[in-house]
């Protein structure tokens, strides 16, 4: 098996009420189709522009990080929110940050 570089990722929207678990090979890129789909109604995250990168975590294995992915997106977002104020207390968003990586 190949090793690569996955990510699970936390969006959401600019008012911070919706968010979106997803799992990428390219969170940069990633990040950018997000952003670029803000209000296509054909998807949950343009729906409900859920484009601000608030969470992430790195895997080089894909079955463990779909694996993550499905584990979170079973949360309730009390649960969710926990673990995003773990990694990133204030909320802010990181769509720059990661750019500069």
């Excluded at 799992?23 to 998807?43: A, F, M, W, Y």
């Excluded at 975590?57 to 079955?63: G, V, Y």
Aim: charged share 25%.
């Amino acid at each position: 098996m190949w090793n690569y570089n996955f990510c699970v990722y936390i969006t959401t929207n600019p008012i911070k009420t919706v968010l979106y678990v997803g799992v990428t090979n390219d969170l940069n890129r990633r990040i950018q189709e997000h952003t670029e789909n803000k209000g296509n109604k054909n998807s949950f995250a343009g729906k409900y522009y859920c484009y601000n990168l608030i969470y992430y975590e790195h895997f080089s294995d894909i079955n463990f990080a779909i694996q993550r992915e499905k584990e979170i997106k079973k949360w309730s977002r009390k649960k969710k929110m926990s673990l995003i104020e773990s990694f990133n207390p204030e909320w802010k968003f990181l769509n720059e940050a990661i750019n500069e990586e």
